[in-house]
């Protein structure tokens, strides 16, 4: 009993160091007289010991809570060195979609989950830990550096909070209805994957009801019209894939209605597609005029009911109604409400959307940053610096600039203000310097101060504000996440512009946009394609490029297989129009 006793102390004393808390269980079974021996030993941590110091060592990273998972916040979540940082993620959904591939999900050309992939499939796939909440962030205290959060999953589910070091706003934006009568009641809309499951139903039904026995032809034809309000990417889109949906499927499983079938498309603007080139804009209502999809352009749409859509002829002034049997409405974007609420704290409240820095970090907020749809950049302008750029400039004091001075900061001024650059490209001119010319174009030696406003009196004008798209919201979220990667080495070593008000330089490169292009399917496996490089591309090839890039873009193997499959099930079999 003696050599057992000492082994049970020998046993405790090898577990000691092991992680803090742990609980051991040794279970010796002895031939001791038939009887055995369960030995239960708990040990805690010393203060000092190798458990507590990692402990410690944990609470040091600092924590980064991310608000969203959409093009965003994966996009920052992917590239992000978690290591760094204790990083924890709320989301309402638990998933990332592959949103520009929504208008297929409507008509089932692609299966909801195909462009799905579980948020805790690409937290499992980072070498450190990442806690993920499936909640709402409801209220943000920019005072207390807190977000309050409210689970979705039941309404039992208390509400919680989260502490944050730097919080990180990727939240996307809702459906902005400007307003309108009966929209929120009576419309669709695109923005969510449950938003396009809806859609998919609800067209089923429109021709399961119009076939029903006992209904009149007006009301068959109401069921029958499809109206898609905006004619932006996403209502051509589905407006293209409903059509394909229709001709190559429907009409051939409900033979007696197809002549009743009618798809109009209403645009407050003389031309779809105007944040295209006009040459794409032009082949896709010529396309649409050829398939029998009515294109209503100039017409604002001013209430919506559960049978009647009611729009303003801009030029007449007149007031129409047409039937509807299912409305879409994708007519733009608008902010949130926590965001709202969040921006009355800060000192944003007459803003319509969140405003950063080129930095995206929140105007009035040092560890706050918004990316994505929620948030828009506030360039700063040239004008409001010319002064000091001009101080810089100036290096001998003299009053006056030379184009050798200018030269030494134009790296500088091309980097900190990029509507330097569009101005240039808008005009033609090959240098910088070729602004300091007189009004004759003759170059000047030097300038003075306010020879030097007049020439970049015009820059400002080409300032835009990005568009809400999946491209600008992914390159955002991959910048951000190397700032953070590189923060302590680019504050030892700044790696941005010169600070023409104050000393020193930025410690980082400002945010800077590069646009890839961007496609408009057109139904028929026919798309658009603006490319750089002014570059127009239209047709069957080009749905075929779209088909490649789609597929290579998707956020991993599991989801692009199943994209491909789909695609390749539809050419065999057809889409399928079970209700379910």
Not at 8 to 29: E, I, N, Q
Not at 120 to 149: M, Y
Not at 391 to 407: I, P
Request: charged share 25%; hydrophobic share 35%; net charge neutral.
């Amino acid at each position: 009993m003696t050599n057992l006793s000492s082994f049970v102390r020998r046993a405790s004393g090898a577990f000691s160091g092991s992680t803090t808390y742990s609980r051991l269980l040794v279970l010796c079974t002895l031939s001791l007289s038939g009887g055995g021996l369960v030995a239960y030993s708990e040990s805690q941590s010393e203060p000092g010991s190798p458990a507590s110091e990692h402990g410690e060592k944990e609470r040091e990273k600092k924590r980064v809570v991310l608000l969203g998972t959409g093009w965003a916040g994966i996009s920052f979540l992917k590239d992000l060195d978690v290591s760094s940082y204790d990083v924890q993620v709320v989301s309402p959904q638990n998933y990332f979609a592959f949103t520009p591939l929504l208008p297929s999900v409507t008509c089932g050309t692609v299966e909801a989950r195909s462009i799905a992939e579980p948020v805790r499939n690409i937290v499992k796939k980072r070498s450190a830990e990442i806690q993920f909440w499936e909640a709402e962030a409801i209220k943000i205290d920019a005072a207390k550096n807190e977000v309050f959060c409210k689970s979705n999953i039941d309404k039992e589910t208390r509400d919680f909070s989260l502490e944050y070091d730097y919080l990180i706003i990727a939240v996307g934006a809702q459906v902005n209805t400007f307003g309108t009568p009966g929209v929120l009641e009576n419309c669709h809309f695109l923005k969510e994957l449950e938003d396009a499951q809806k859609i998919r139903r609800t067209v089923t039904d429109c021709f399961e009801k119009a076939v029903l026995p006992g209904l009149s032809e007006e009301e068959r034809k109401r069921n029958l019209h499809f109206v898609i309000v905006g004619g932006g990417p996403t209502g051509v889109e589905f407006a293209a894939e409903l059509h394909d949906y229709i001709q190559e499927d429907l009409i051939n499983l409900y033979p007696t209605i197809k002549d009743l079938v009618r798809i109009t498309l209403i645009q407050s603007g003389d031309h779809i597609l105007n944040s295209f080139d006009e040459r794409i804009s032009s082949f896709a209502e010529k396309k649409f005029q050829r398939d029998g999809i009515e294109v209503l352009t100039e017409c604002r749409v001013v209430n919506v009911s559960d049978k009647e859509i009611t729009m303003k002829i801009k030029s007449t002034g007149a007031v129409c109604s047409i039937p509807h049997g299912l409305v879409l409405w994708s007519t733009g974007v608008g902010t949130r409400p926590a965001i709202k609420d969040f921006m009355e704290q800060i000192g944003q409240g007459k803003r319509r959307v969140l405003a950063t820095n080129e930095w995206l970090r929140v105007k009035e907020c040092e560890n706050v940053y918004a990316l994505g749809d929620c948030a828009t950049i506030d360039q700063r302008k040239v004008m409001e610096d010319i002064s000091a750029i001009f101080a810089a400039a100036d290096k001998d004091n003299s009053g006056t600039l030379t184009v050798e001075e200018f030269q030494d900061v134009i790296d500088d001024i091309l980097i900190r203000y990029p509507q330097v650059e569009l101005y240039l490209k808008n005009k033609h001119l090959n240098d910088v310097t070729d602004l300091l010319k007189d009004p004759q174009g003759n170059p000047r030696r030097e300038v003075d101060i306010e020879g030097f406003k007049l020439a970049l009196s015009h820059v400002d004008t080409q300032m835009k504000s990005l568009p809400a798209t999946a491209q600008v919201a992914a390159q955002q979220g991959a910048y951000l996440a190397r700032n953070f990667n590189h923060r302590q080495q680019c504050i030892e070593h700044p790696e941005g512009p010169r600070r023409f008000r104050g000393l020193g330089r930025h410690h980082f490169r400002p945010f800077r946009y590069k646009h890839f292009g961007q496609f408009a399917p057109l139904g028929g496996e026919q798309a658009a394609a603006e490319l750089p490089g002014d570059w127009v591309s239209m047709g069957h090839s080009t749905q075929w490029l779209w088909y490649s890039v789609y597929a290579s873009k998707q956020v991993s193997w599991r989801t692009r297989v199943l994209v491909v499959s789909d695609w390749t099930r539809r050419f065999i079999f057809g889409r399928d129009s079970s209700r379910i």
